[in-house]
């Protein structure tokens, strides 16, 4: 369950950082609730310090913050928009209190820089995590028990969540939206936003153009719509390539420069996306589902899922399915 998000702030607050958590978990949407529900996604989120009052943030002005960490305390979610990378030692008391919502099953996402804070809690010891390439080093340097990865968007390791900068948050809070309301939800709060729907975690922080699928002037449009069109249907990428008049090669850098990721990589992740839509919207079996989305068969579905999702298609279906009558 994912209801109560509250975002704990140092003594500055990023702002960018803040807002991408603000946006997704901090507007009420129950004047327009999301396809899929007959409620509105609307988040219990609060902003906490150790010391409320007047807080700075990095653009020059002041937020006012209401809450001390006793907010922390009923945190399904607490969010870290970024912390000062200087080797700085956290107040104890909310080493604490991130130790203490940890153990009681709550989770934890650090945006950008606030990887330091957990690392500096303990809560990254023995665990992979992301954080903005440019302070990756230094984070793999301070905290050599941490295997840090300065190449993806965000990772998920047990109840720890670490993104990258910027607007790789944003990929990480629809992430956690997908977890908890399902690929229907986290997609229409996605077009609202007007971001991408889906990039994997996985999907490289270096993107020269980081829309999963390029808009009408991309060279590579025609062949990425082709493609979904027929998920259905063996894609091997010499085929691919033959379709976009390039040799395999080409077409791989091309696509990588394109989508951030592999022919390979985008391919799953399409076709795991329409399986999610179609065990959430409709009542068709397993195997037509692995059939419709180019799996084969329902085994190769299973493991998909189960090492992408860390769920299997039958345990999804039954929490996120679409209330209503499905369709075949």
């Not at 704990?8 to 009420?28: C, K, N, Q, R, Y």
């Not at 990428?237 to 008049?245: E, H, I, Q």
């Not at 992740?269 to 329902?298: H, K, N, W, Y």
Request: with cysteine.
């Amino acid at each position: 369950m994912l209801v109560d998000v509250v975002a704990v702030v140092g003594d500055h607050v990023a702002v960018f950082e803040l807002g991408v958590l603000s946006e997704v978990f901090g507007v009420d949407r129950r004047t327009a609730g999301l396809p899929g529900y007959d409620f509105a996604l609307c988040y219990d989120f609060a902003l906490c310090a150790v010391q409320p009052g007047l807080v700075p943030t990095t653009s020059g002005y002041a937020v006012a913050v209401e809450h001390g960490l006793e907010r922390l305390a009923t945190a399904d979610l607490i969010a870290v928009p970024a912390w000062t990378p200087r080797d700085v030692p956290p107040p104890a008391e909310l080493v604490a209190a991130l130790h203490a919502a940890v153990a009681r099953g709550g989770r934890v996402l650090a945006v950008c820089s606030g990887a330091f804070l957990l690392a500096a809690a303990g809560l990254l010891d023995g665990r992979r995590a992301a954080t903005h390439w440019q302070y990756a080093p230094l984070l793999a340097a301070r905290y050599p028990q941490v295997d840090v990865d300065a190449d993806v968007l965000y990772v998920e390791d047990g109840p720890v969540v670490t993104s990258a900068g910027t607007a790789a948050a944003i990929d990480a809070c629809l992430h956690l939206v997908r977890q908890a309301h399902g690929a229907t939800v986290a997609n229409a709060l996605a077009r609202r936003m007007v971001v991408p729907p889906h990039r994997s975690g996985g999907q490289a922080q270096f993107v020269e153009s980081p829309v999963a699928v390029p808009d009408d002037r991309g060279e590579l449009a025609e062949v990425l719509t082709w493609i979904q069109e027929h998920l259905a249907d063996p894609l091997p990428v010499r085929d691919l390539a033959a379709r976009a008049l390039m040799s395999p090669r080409t077409f791989a850098r091309r696509f990588r420069a394109a989508t951030g990721t592999t022919p390979h990589r985008w391919l799953l992740d399409q076709r795991l996306l329409l399986a999610e839509r179609l065990l959430e919207d409709t009542d068709l079996p397993v195997d037509a589902i692995a059939a419709r989305c180019g799996f084969g068969s329902p085994d190769t579905l299973r493991h998909h899922f189960a090492l992408r999702r860390r769920t299997s298609p039958t345990t999804y279906r039954r929490t996120f399915r679409t209330r209503g009558t499905p369709t075949g």
